[in-house]
């Protein structure tokens, strides 16, 4: 098993930045695809970002954040980031990190762990 924990949310403006941390801990965190997903109030769980398990392939939401978002790994620190850059107030939400003992997916249903969310608000 692997055990997730997801740091670095808060209160930004609009347009701002913020970087999200995903540590893991537990079984050899290089096992795992990872992807980031988000949920606001009173919706599904949607995906954001994933990236494969050695970091060369990345996967992103064309909806939701292409090109303001990027993802990235460092297996030697166990840790997966969410660089989140010209936020809006709709990116306002819980973010999750999940991770998949196979490759990584577009939907909630393909990952095996997750952690308990970080909650990132955008004011206007």
């Known amino acids: 098993q692997v055990q997730l924990v997801e740091s670095g949310g808060g209160l930004v403006q609009a347009g701002g930045s913020l970087r999200l941390s995903c540590a893991a801990s537990?079984?050899?965190?290089?096992?795992?695809?990872m992807g980031w997903f988000r949920q606001a109030p009173g919706k599904e769980r949607e995906f954001l970002a994933g990236i494969s398990k050695n970091g060369g392939q990345t996967y992103y939401s064309a909806d939701s954040v292409k090109g303001r978002f990027i993802i990235s790994r460092d297996n030697a620190k166990n840790t997966v980031y969410l660089q989140m850059n010209s936020l809006k107030p709709e990116d306002t939400g819980v973010y999750y990190c999940?991770?998949?003992?196979?490759?990584?997916?577009?939907?909630?249903?393909?990952?095996?762990?997750w952690g308990q969310g970080t909650q990132v608000t955008v004011s206007a």
């Open positions: 999940g991770a998949s003992v196979l490759g990584a997916a577009m939907y909630s249903g393909g990952y095996h762990y």
């Open positions: 537990g079984r050899t965190f290089s096992s795992y695809a």
